[in-house]
């Protein structure tokens, strides 16, 4: 027979209390869990530009000589005048097992609690995170081991972007949220820069620590994530659903933009017995909601050029600027601060205009001409570098935020999907997973190409800008 409702105290669940601070909470909470995913994937380019390059002395390898001397090199297998090539291979290594476990977490995450799930990818990136660093103190000059961490790494890290999407998307609706998504967005900046700033401070005495300090950090926010993440829709090993989430869309914007001073009395949480709940969307069905395909070629093309400077700018700046491995790491962070202010605009514009498809095409016409920019202007000192890195990095990861958030949210509540909810983590899984793919191949390509000179790497961006341009949505349909 049918079961009637059960009613729990606060001891067994979470309180009713406004709706207004479970977002509160969630914004934050995820803001934070995803800021130190990316923290902890920031440091190997910092640490490859001062102990990636081989030195010399009179023509013969410190590497070869003397590999009991760990701080001459990073690694004693890259000591070959391929050595950029070597290094495109390392973060193509975890780029590439990413972008394949990507496709799958979504698909898993769908039908899994999202607290565990986050929780448990945390927990393994901050183990392997702490493990390449150990490279440094226990002496290993093996690049196979170090492929293996990054591979490894790569494929528990793809637990978190399905995840954190998935709890801010269906705990806001679709009222501004292209400004909140703009500002959430913000995390992968904030990441990067706190990345940038632990590596660089560890990279000359101790690099092995610039990867352990993130490790640990990613490690301690996993445990906090289970202790304190409240999921939208809460599953039970019996099929029970908590009422906690069935609330009013009309609170869709009260976490930043409140309406009134209305309060919500508290209440006990009721859960019912679930006679038919919707079965989660299938990676076929997610593919023939429109516009999925379309965003996910434009997001490859757009990951494509925001990867390969994260991974290869601090680099470049040492070539072009002539600063040591802190400065250029120092230095590269203004990319990111770029890409806040160039996420939470893109948002805006795109909820002012009610078009997101257009917001993008915008944006990356007018950032393949400003890569060219970037190419000419920072030979000529560090004032223009800086005016140009800001501008650049804002026009490049706007579109690369709205895509990631607002739009992956819009397609993964569709119309079509006629409210069932539980398709949001394999839409977003394969929007990302197709943007990482171009992540992969940005970052490898980008080794490739600069053994002929950075030229030929700006080319490739700027090319990439336009593909990402033509494969985008021609009208808005979310």
């Avoid at 002929?452 to 990439?464: E, I, N, P, R, S």
Wanted: glycine share 10%; charged share 10%; with cysteine.
């Amino acid at each position: 027979g049918r079961s009637a409702p059960y009613s729990l105290s606060s001891q067994s669940c979470f309180p009713v209390c406004s709706p207004c601070r479970y977002r509160a909470l969630t914004f934050i909470l995820t803001f934070l869990l995803y800021t130190s995913f990316h923290l902890s994937r920031k440091p190997i380019s910092i640490v490859k530009v001062r102990y990636g390059i081989p030195e010399t002395v009179h023509g013969i390898n410190v590497c070869s000589t003397q590999p009991r001397n760990r701080n001459s090199c990073l690694f004693a297998v890259v000591q070959h005048l391929n050595y950029k090539q070597l290094l495109g291979a390392m973060d193509y290594s975890f780029l590439c097992a990413y972008a394949i476990g990507m496709y799958l977490s979504g698909i898993i995450g769908e039908r899994l609690p999202i607290r565990l799930y986050l929780t448990v990818g945390m927990l393994a990136s901050g183990v392997f995170t702490c493990l390449f660093g150990l490279g440094y103190i226990y002496n290993i000059h093996n690049l196979s081991f170090y492929i293996f961490v990054q591979v490894a790494n790569g494929l528990v890290q793809t637990t978190g972007w399905p995840s954190v999407v998935t709890c801010i998307g269906n705990w806001f609706g679709k009222g501004r949220r292209g400004l909140i998504m703009g500002l959430w967005n913000s995390h992968t900046s904030v990441g990067n820069i706190l990345g940038s700033l632990i590596a660089g401070y560890w990279v000359s005495s101790n690099w092995g620590m610039s990867f352990i300090v993130p490790g640990l950090i990613i490690i301690i926010m996993g445990v906090v994530c289970f202790l304190f993440l409240i999921e939208p829709v809460w599953w039970s090993g019996y099929g029970y659903r908590s009422l906690l989430c069935s609330l009013p869309q009309s609170y869709d914007t009260e976490l930043l933009l409140p309406r009134d001073s209305e309060r919500i009395p508290m209440q006990p949480v009721v859960v019912v017995k679930s006679e038919s709940e919707p079965s989660a969307i299938s990676f076929m069905g997610a593919l023939r909601i429109p516009g999925v395909v379309e965003f996910s070629l434009c997001l490859l093309f757009a990951k494509l050029v925001s990867y390969t400077f994260l991974f290869w700018l601090p680099l470049y700046i040492t070539k072009a600027a002539h600063l040591d491995a802190k400065k250029a790491g120092d230095l590269s962070t203004l990319f990111d601060v770029g890409g806040i202010v160039g996420g939470i605009l893109a948002g805006v514009i795109s909820d002012k205009l009610g078009k997101r498809a257009t917001t993008c095409a915008v944006m990356l016409l007018l950032a393949a001409p400003t890569l060219y920019g970037f190419s000419m202007i920072s030979q000529f000192g560090l004032g223009p570098t800086i005016g140009m890195l800001l501008v650049c990095g804002g026009l490049v990861n706007g579109p690369y935020a709205l895509i990631t958030t607002a739009v992956s949210a819009d397609l993964g509540t569709h119309k079509s999907l006629k409210g069932n909810a539980r398709a949001l983590s394999t839409v977003t899984a394969i929007i990302d997973g197709t943007g990482s793919v171009g992540a992969a191949l940005g970052p490898l390509l980008a080794g490739l190409l600069s053994a002929g000179g950075w030229d030929q790497v700006f080319y490739m961006l700027m090319t990439a800008d336009f593909l990402a341009l033509l494969v985008r949505p021609l009208t808005s349909i979310i």
